[in-house]
């Protein structure tokens, strides 16, 4: 069984629509993440999410709203997309918040945008 | 964000140990120094973990010094299949923050 799960694992749009990625973790984590990494590997925190609660919220565009509709799952929804939001994104959990807390990673959604 | 600063790339020849160091000068009393590997395609996982001196497991070893201001990840007789991005985060076992990955290190071994 795969631990973290993200759908879909390659997405290609035009500029201005809107998209969503859904990620599941069957780990019983309390903790669920999205990070988006650019094309040099540099990996950045968006959001992060503890029992349902939005504990992290970086400096990310408003037209980026995740939504976590149970402890398992946290999607990502994407409004307006633009040239600059093609990137990985990979959705992540760990038993409890914190940076020293394990992290287990998805295979990522690969996102370009036309 | 607790940032933590890395080599961009190293390389290195199949069979030999390569040391990774990671520069954290603001770690914080409650942190922790945790070390991912990240394959192409694949999204980084957990190789090691350390809070001060030396630990060991199968796959890797931490050294960390007494101030704790930087980290070396040591990988022991390096193969093929080693060659991925490592990035070391620094952060607390608890509270909402200290998420810093930044680039990490690509490490192409050599045959």
């Known amino acids: 069984d795969t631990a973290v799960s993200q759908t879909p694992k390659y997405l290609v749009t035009q500029m201005g629509n809107d998209k969503s990625i859904k990620c599941e973790q069957n780990?019983?984590?309390?903790?669920m993440y999205w990070y988006k990494q650019d094309s040099k590997k540099f990996l950045k925190i968006m959001f992060s999410?503890?029992?349902?609660?939005?504990?992290i919220n970086e400096t990310v565009p408003n037209r980026f709203s995740p939504k976590s509709p149970d402890k398992a799952h946290l999607n990502l929804h994407i409004n307006s997309l633009e040239l600059g939001d093609s990137a990985v994104y990979f959705c992540?959990?760990?038993?409890?918040?914190?940076?020293?807390?394990?992290?287990?990673f998805g295979p990522g959604t690969r996102l370009t945008v036309l | 964000l607790a940032k933590t600063t890395q080599p961009i790339s190293m390389d290195s020849y199949e069979g030999q140990e390569v040391n990774i160091t990671c520069s954290h000068n603001?770690?914080?009393?409650?942190?922790?120094i945790t070390w991912y590997q990240q394959f192409p395609s694949q999204g980084p996982r957990f190789i090691i973990q350390g809070y001060k001196t030396k630990v060991t497991n199968e796959v890797a070893s931490l050294f960390i010094p007494a101030d704790r201001k930087s980290s070396t990840l040591s990988l022991p007789r390096v193969s093929l299949s080693d060659t991925a991005v490592y990035y070391c985060l620094v952060g607390a076992k608890t509270g909402a923050n200290n998420l810093f990955f930044g680039t990490g290190t690509r490490l192409t071994v050599i045959p």
């Open positions: 992540a959990s760990s038993h409890a918040s914190g940076g020293a807390n394990e992290q287990f």
């Open positions: 999410y503890n029992n349902k609660e939005l504990i």
């Open positions: 780990l019983g984590h309390d903790t």
């Open positions: 603001n770690i914080a009393t409650n942190d922790y």
